[in-house]
């Protein structure tokens, strides 16, 4: 048996949602645990991400709007099961939806302060069977990092640190539209001045719901949460998980694990190399992902027994080289540039060839796909005046007041007709301008004959719902001059890990679990397949399959908790 300088029953790498639900879960059962992370900040991916958890038949729905049934037939429509999606089983996805409302509801029971993210958050595939055309995602309320007291400096930065719903905050490049959004807005100031006067630090999005997981924990003593702690090993013993190799004080410490070893540690979005061997053409300098998901825990658990899998899949979020996106905590993303009317997006021969609304994993998806055919990456976001004067451009409003400094950086490409705009991309002019006239006529039509935008509850969801037309994502680009922007395929994280079963065990060559050993979030080959089929399906399956480990390895999987 191996030596150990210390030992708990639960030892958790990775500080992310997940990890936080299944610590919570360990104090319920009596249990101790540590988690160890490698960063100086607890948080994880879900600090920085919306935060936002896709959990079907939840407590905030409508009596009668959901079911498990509708859940699962929906999941069983849009994810396809197969040798090359071995995350993914009809029993995982059935795992995931009977046991994510459960999830959801002890995290409250534990004080964690969430509610529905919205009644139109619509699942990227809403026309399929069993898809929801109002909202499966539950989202954590606005919260004040004070209350942490000495850990609130602790807390990884996120990316909307304002007293707002992360709901609220999505309306507001429509709020020349609406008093209501203007309500909506004044609303935030006065708040964030009457946070500044009173010593607020109000967070929302995945910071807000990972400072609140991390109060619970704190509160209830749930765990001993190491930072600056990375893991280098799983220490095996008889092919038995029984624990890791840590470092404490600049040396080497060995903790045991009574009951087992959650990997909970993020992905490798951070690692050129992996990239480079997973997913070619993709750049770790496009992704959001945080700077410590560098694949550590990937390595070390493959090195145990496991199997990776679905490795060449992330969660694509489109960008765009803006000024300052090499600096930017959050790059400059286009998921609601294309989508809105007045622009399209073409590879550099000029073609369409997408949907450009619909969910962000699949945009990127088909980029790379589309480029091992026809050269499109980047590809071209084309639009017109009517575009620039409504709309803010990857997210940067003021172009009235910026343009002529996008223009002269190199960012904005402008022409006072289609075909100069053609010349400057360097795409052949005449297609360019056919493609053009094509979807001016589909606009006319208030149908896109080709990729069938604007279909889908979700294409409207990314459009503008004040658009005077019967599509709201659909309006011509005939007003002079003519702008293009370069898209590329960022993302949010990778989407790749080790294989694991219904119980969030690892399994090895032979799919049989190896003892103690667990895995959650993106450490894991996603429990999704290669779709992501709504808003939060990352950050809802890692708290749920960080539970439902906890649960397991506690002895109480066919018990209430």
Known sequence: MADFDEAFDWVVVGSGAGSMSSALLMKKAGKSVV????????GGTTCKSGGVMWIPNNRFMDPGEDSNEKAITYLNAVVPDGPDSPGTSPERRMAYVTEGPKMLDFIVEQGVAVERGSHFWPDYYDELPGGCKTSRTVTALPFNKKELGSWSTKLRQGFLEVP?????GMKLPFMKHSWKIKKIFLKIAIAVVLGKLTGKQWVTAGAALQGRMLKAVLEKQAADIRLESPVSEI???????????????????????????LVNAGGF???????DKYMPGTRKEWSNGIESNTGDLHVAMEKAGGVLAQMDEMVGFQMTEAPGWETDYVKPGTQGTTAKPHAIQVDQSGVRYMNEGGSYELFCETMLKRDKEVPAVPSWAIMDQQY?????LAGKS????????????????RADTIEDLAKIINVPPETLKATVDRWNGFCDKGVDEDFHRGERAYDDYLGDPFFDGPNKTMGRIDKAPFYSIAIVPGDVGTYGGVVTDVNARV???????IEGLYACGISTAS????????????????????WVAAKHAAGLSNQPV
Request: proline share 7%; glycine share 14%.
């Open 527 to 546: 429990p999704m397949g290669r779709v992501y089929p709504g808003a939060g399906a990352s950050v809802g399956p890692s708290m749920t399959f960080g």
């Open 398 to 413: 003021g172009a009235k007041r910026n343009l002529d400094g996008w223009i002269q950086s190199g960012w904005v490409k």
């Open 507 to 513: 399994l090895d060559a032979e799919k049989q679990p």
């Open 35 to 42: 988690i160890l992370e490698k960063a100086p900040w607890v």
């Open 388 to 392: 620039m004067d409504e709309y803010p």
């Open 269 to 275: 979005s951070q690692n050129q190399a992996m990239r």
């Open 164 to 168: 707002a719903r992360l709901d609220d």
């Open 235 to 261: 220490i095996m013993d008889g092919g038995k998980a029984v624990g890791v190799v840590t470092v404490k004080d600049g040396k080497p410490w060995r903790i045991g694990a009574n009951l087992g070893i």
